[in-house]
């Protein structure tokens, strides 16, 4: 059986938005918010990214994290500078919402 995050993947395209839960205790947060610039492929030879994640023949999806803004929780930035992370296929548990900006 394939997992929902699996399936939600395949209509992804560069520039959609994604959301992926994450474990318990990550200060307060459970889940992440991240903007796709590389769609679904497979992992043709292993490696580990900057933080560490070990990826092996697995499904990826190449992307970017928006970072948390301020004390508001609807608050968000995408950075210039942030760099490229993948994330496995199965951990997205929503895709392609808005985010519209805001004047802050």
């Known amino acids: ?5 699996d399936e939600l993947v395949t209509a992804l395209e560069i520039g ?7 474990k318990e205790g990550n200060d307060g947060v459970s889940f992440l918010l991240i903007l796709c ?3 679904l492929r497979k992992v043709a030879k292993a490696f580990t990214n900057g933080r560490g994640t070990s990826f ?3 499904d990826v999806v190449g ?3 928006y970072q948390k803004w301020g004390h ?3 608050s968000y930035v995408l950075l210039k500078d942030s760099q490229k992370v993948y994330i496995f296929s199965h951990m997205v548990r929503a895709i392609k919402f808005l985010m519209p ?4």
Do not use: V
Not at 1 to 5: A, E, I, S, W, Y
């Open 1 to 5: 059986m394939c997992d929902l995050g």
């Open 16 to 22: 959609d938005n994604l959301a992926i839960n994450i």
């Open 37 to 39: 610039i590389e769609p």
């Open 56 to 58: 092996e023949e697995d």
């Open 63 to 65: 992307s970017i994290y």
């Open 72 to 74: 508001s929780d609807t």
């Open 101 to 104: 900006p805001r004047n802050h």
